[in-house]
């Protein structure tokens, strides 16, 4: 099995063939269209070089790579239709989404109702440019308007310096330098002790087809930790809310984001019990023990298939 490993695997492959073993490939994310999209955007320095390794990635996966696999992970069932539109049979496709350890779930009685005195805000994960979390700085300047102590924290960095400095920016430009913090990256354990101080945290996916196909980590995080959250419309995301009842998804705009805040702290025993359903849908669907048995019963069905 080879994951997202684009030259290295065709060794796998030789090494599968010689021995007569099946060859497994695991596709987390479309780093093809990711480096073709930042490339055509100049979203990063040297964007030639990039595009030329976009295309590079995208022959070999979808020409090669994918053709001779005996089967192939992908993240979503979003990446499963993108993927099937590159002329992969969605028969040799296992949808496998992010998920989460069993003992970082926490109870329901873990949820605590958001403190419209002083909320804070949250983001989790990475600030490459390509997320344009900079609406977030927005957001908060809305939700200021009435609920002027609010603070915004973004838990996490850029890959490089000028994806965390347009959000320093912004929030600069906009005057709210001392409400918005940027943490820079951290071990995981001290990020999660963030996310749980938290009032209300964010999942954003700017609606590119990039993203559309990935399986929110994030959201799967927050649900566990009995928190309250605001999403946007994203093909998984809005279905992992829905099933669960944590929630509805927004559409990407400032304004519904900062709605869909002030309605959580307008009434926070609504958000708390909104909240307290998230530990309970995870434990049941996306913890890797679950997601684990997932991936093993298509292990047992190749290796069947095989003999």
Same mark, same amino acid.
């Not at 009032?199 to 649900?223: A, N």
């Not at 304004?255 to 926070?268: G, I, Q, R, S």
């Given at each position: 099995?080879?994951?997202?490993?684009?030259?290295?695997?065709?060794?796998?492959?030789?090494?599968?063939?010689?021995?007569?073993?099946?060859?497994? /490939?695991?596709?987390?994310?479309?780093?093809?269209?990711? =480096?073709?999209?930042?490339?055509?955007?100049?979203?990063?320095?040297?964007?030639?070089?990039?595009?030329?390794?976009?295309?590079?990635?995208?022959?070999?996966?979808?020409?090669?790579?994918?053709?001779?696999?005996?089967?192939?992970?992908?993240?979503?069932?979003?990446? =499963?239709?993108?993927?099937? =539109?590159? +002329?992969?049979?969605?028969?040799?496709?296992?949808?496998?989404?992010? +998920?989460?350890?069993?003992?970082?779930?926490?109870?329901?009685?873990?949820?605590?109702?958001?403190?419209?005195?002083?909320?804070?805000?949250?983001?989790?994960?990475?600030?490459?440019? @390509?997320?344009?979390?900079?609406?977030?700085?927005?957001?908060?300047?809305?939700?200021?308007?009435? %609920?002027?102590?609010?603070?915004?924290? %973004?838990? +996490?960095?850029?890959?490089?310096?000028?994806?965390?400095?347009?959000?320093?920016?912004?929030?600069?430009?906009? +005057?709210?330098?001392?409400?918005?913090?940027?943490?820079?990256?951290?071990?995981?354990?001290?990020?999660?002790?963030?996310?749980?101080?938290?009032?209300?945290?964010?999942?954003?996916?700017?609606?590119?087809?990039?993203?559309?196909?990935?399986?929110?980590?994030?959201?799967?995080?927050?649900?566990?930790?009995?928190?309250?959250?605001?999403?946007?419309?994203?093909?998984?995301?809005?279905?992992?809310?829905?099933?669960?009842?944590?929630?509805?998804?927004?559409?990407?705009?400032?304004?519904?984001?900062?709605?869909?805040?002030?309605?959580?702290?307008?009434?926070?025993?609504?958000?708390?019990? @909104?909240?307290?359903?998230?530990?309970?849908?995870?434990?049941?669907?996306?913890?890797?023990?679950?997601?684990?048995?997932?991936?093993?019963? =298509? /292990?047992?069905?190749?290796?069947?298939?095989?003999?």
């Amino acid at each position: 099995q080879v994951r997202d490993k684009f030259f290295t695997c065709l060794i796998a492959w030789v090494a599968a063939r010689l021995t007569g073993a099946r060859f497994i /490939y695991w596709m987390s994310y479309p780093f093809a269209e990711s =480096k073709l999209y930042d490339a055509e955007n100049r979203l990063v320095p040297y964007h030639q070089l990039v595009w030329l390794k976009g295309k590079l990635i995208g022959i070999l996966l979808y020409k090669f790579i994918l053709p001779v696999a005996d089967h192939v992970f992908v993240q979503s069932e979003r990446m =499963k239709d993108d993927v099937a =539109k590159k +002329g992969i049979s969605r028969d040799k496709m296992t949808s496998v989404p992010m +998920g989460i350890q069993a003992d970082q779930v926490v109870s329901k009685t873990s949820a605590v109702a958001p403190n419209p005195d002083a909320p804070v805000l949250l983001y989790l994960g990475t600030l490459i440019r @390509l997320r344009q979390l900079h609406i977030l700085v927005h957001v908060l300047q809305r939700v200021r308007s009435r %609920y002027p102590e609010a603070t915004l924290l %973004y838990v +996490g960095d850029g890959e490089v310096p000028s994806d965390r400095q347009m959000i320093e920016d912004e929030a600069s430009r906009l +005057g709210l330098s001392e409400a918005v913090t940027v943490t820079g990256f951290m071990p995981m354990e001290e990020a999660w002790r963030l996310v749980k101080q938290a009032d209300i945290c964010f999942s954003p996916f700017y609606p590119i087809p990039v993203l559309l196909s990935t399986s929110p980590t994030k959201l799967i995080e927050y649900m566990a930790m009995a928190k309250c959250i605001v999403a946007n419309e994203h093909p998984e995301q809005c279905q992992v809310m829905e099933e669960s009842g944590i929630g509805r998804c927004v559409p990407w705009s400032e304004v519904a984001f900062a709605e869909a805040v002030c309605t959580l702290l307008d009434d926070p025993e609504y958000a708390r019990n @909104l909240a307290a359903r998230g530990p309970e849908w995870v434990r049941a669907h996306r913890t890797y023990d679950v997601i684990a048995k997932i991936v093993d019963a =298509k /292990y047992q069905e190749i290796a069947r298939d095989k003999n």
